[in-house]
């Protein structure tokens, strides 16, 4: 008897779960939704630097529109914990499936590759990991210490799963003391079922307000996409549940499909829309708002941490002189 043996590996399909969803329409782009394809001299040395050191960002797993723009300043957001998540987000293009083991190396990689930049600011995100039994949340702390460690100068933003039923874990992370703790809700709470089921919102907003009473000093931020069939009340009553939390900084951006298994774009909302978002914010307390068609969590995060800080200082100052 012969045994033929299939030597050809098979690529694992990116979105495994997604797979037998029917293909949703793909709305047109309006003119305002335009970006420069990546091709510059700084988002090629920025490339090489981020594939050297072995590192993933999600600038390229989640297809950012900004990708040209960041990585030919040198700025990238540093994705953590391997390019797998156990999650299944509708609007998110990240792999889903079974991870891998943590790398050990990978905060050393990590703090090499922001010296390497140069960056004054970074912004250290990562996969969905709830096989583990933290969430990789020690994983996130050893990040921080390595780039303290390698630049000391930089500051450090991380954007963090909800760690849901990981009791314990959002107190390591506060206690690495990062300049600013974000954790995105993503869209408002009639939509979770369907945009982002695996999580809860009322604990991402805990979540949010823990951070606070833990250490006042960090700054907080958040963010949600917009066309997803949100109405504009509920944006609202977002942004109260998050200065409810003591939240400092919210981001709003357009949702964009990243293929069609994914959940449709149900409106593209116009830049003066966004305009009114922004004003309505800032009315309700936040120091600082993003709001634009491409506006995204990690999008000039160091200009943002500078007005950011800035914000803070004069609130302090009138609040003294009253």
């Known amino acids: 008897m012969v045994t033929v043996l299939d030597t050809v590996a098979k690529s694992r399909p990116r979105h495994p779960e997604k797979a037998h969803r029917p293909d949703q329409e793909v709305l047109k782009k309006p003119d305002w939704i335009r970006v420069k ?18 590192l993933v960002t999600v600038c390229e797993e989640a297809g950012c529109p900004n990708i040209g723009e960041c990585w030919e300043k040198k700025h990238a957001t540093f994705m953590i914990m391997g390019e797998i998540c156990t999650r299944a987000c509708a609007f998110c293009n990240v792999a889903t499936g079974i991870p891998g083991p943590l790398d050990p190396n990978e905060p050393a990689n990590v703090a090499k590759a ?31 210490f390595a780039i303290r460690e390698a630049a000391p100068a930089t500051t450090i933003e991380i954007l963090t799963p909800d760690f849901l039923r990981k009791e314990g874990a959002l107190d390591v992370v506060v206690a690495a003391k990062p300049d600013v703790f974000n954790h995105n ?27 606070k009473e833990l250490d006042p000093s960090i700054f907080t931020k958040s963010g949600i996409m917009v066309g ?74 160091g200009e943002d941490f500078a007005r950011l800080r800035a914000a803070r200082e004069a609130r302090f100052s009138l609040a003294k002189s009253a």
């Open 37 to 54: 394809a990546p091709i510059s001299r700084g988002y090629l040395e920025t490339r090489e630097i981020v594939k050297s050191n072995k």
């Open 114 to 144: 922001v010296r390497e930049m140069g960056l004054s600011h970074v912004v250290i995100t990562s996969v969905d990991r709830d096989d583990l039994a933290d969430g990789g949340a020690q994983h996130f702390a050893e990040v921080i």
């Open 185 to 211: 809700l993503e869209t408002v709470p009639s939509k979770y079922l369907t945009v982002r089921p695996g999580a809860r919102y009322f604990h991402s907003i805990r979540l949010l307000q823990r951070v």
């Open 228 to 301: 997803l069939g949100e109405e504009r009340n509920e944006v609202l009553q977002l942004m109260d549940d998050l200065r409810s939390a003591d939240v400092d900084f919210i981001t709003i951006g357009q949702y964009l499909q990243p293929t069609r298994k994914h959940h449709p774009v149900k409106k593209f909302v116009t830049p003066e829309e966004f305009k009114s978002y922004e004003t309505i914010a800032y009315t309700k307390g936040f120091l600082m708002v993003s709001s634009s068609p491409l506006t995204r969590s990690s999008h000039h995060a």
